[in-house]
T-cell receptor, first 111, second 113 residues
Framework: DAKTTQPTSMDCAEGRAANLPCNHS???????VYWYRQIHSQGPQYIIHGLKNNETNEMASLIITEDRKSSTLILPHATLRDTAVYYC????????????FGKGTKLSVKP | EAQVTQNPRYLITVTGKKLTVTCSQNMNHEYMSWYRQDPGLGLRQIYYSMNVEVTDKGDVPEGYKVSRKEKRNFPLILESPSPNQTSLYFCASSYYPLGETQYFGPGTRLLVL
């Protein structure tokens, strides 16, 4: 699975959009981009995933660049409860084995 | 409600005293796995199971055992715990072949003295 690079930490004002970047320059054609988050010591929670097209669900939007070498997770209206570590993971859909969680981005949403 | 449950949530034990951490899921998932999380090391997979009676080692299996006798349960067994197994443990499940999401349990915090 391709490696990902994320900023160590980010701050966001409550009510504003949080834009979390992820670089995955070695991503291959059949690898998906997944986002999970972990709120302090709780189990990681799936947010969204995509292959090429932008995706949106009730939690977030995922914007993938045309060359697929980077992506951005967007939380449109961040709340204090969105404070968490956000992990960007790339993997082949349907493959066995584990999700490889890197260090992620610590997002702090401030009042 | 779809969920993965783990018990106990917190456990303090002593070196060498066998323990079992249970994991159960109610989503009829084929795939289940165990992770441990340590500061600076992130989440690392211990064991996984692709279905009943099918288990395999993850990245850090030493000192652990698992079994998968029923689809919904995947207990983690520490036959002779040691202090370096002090950690936060997560169980996860998903459909297999692995699809879009794994569901994680709430975690078990283990302290081995």
């Amino acid at each position: 699975d391709a490696k990902t690079t994320q900023p160590t930490s980010m701050d966001c004002a409550e009510g504003r959009a949080a834009n979390l970047p992820c670089n995955h320059s070695t991503i291959s054609g059949n690898e998906y981009v997944y986002w999970y988050r972990q709120i302090h010591s709780q189990g990681p929670q799936y947010i969204i995933h995509g292959l090429k097209n932008n995706e949106t669900n009730e939690m977030a939007s995922l914007i993938i660049t045309e060359d697929r070498k980077s992506s951005t997770l967007i939380l449109p209206h961040a709340t204090l409860r969105d404070t968490a570590v956000y992990y960007c993971i790339v993997r082949v859909d349907g493959s066995q084995g584990n999700l490889i969680f890197g260090k992620g981005t610590k997002l702090s949403v401030k009042p | 409600e779809a969920q993965v449950t783990q018990n106990p949530r917190y456990l303090i034990t002593v070196t060498g005293k066998k323990l079992t951490v249970t994991c159960s899921q109610n989503m009829n998932h084929e795939y289940m796995s165990w992770y441990r999380q340590d500061p600076g090391l992130g989440l690392r997979q211990i064991y996984y199971s692709m279905n009943v009676e099918v288990t395999d080692k993850g990245d850090v299996p030493e000192g652990y055992k698992v079994s998968r006798k029923e689809k919904r349960n995947f207990p983690l067994i520490l036959e002779s715990p040691s202090p370096n197994q002090t950690s936060l443990y997560f169980c996860a499940s998903s459909y297999y072949p692995l699809g879009e999401t794994q569901y994680f349990g709430p975690g078990t915090r283990l302290l081995v003295l």
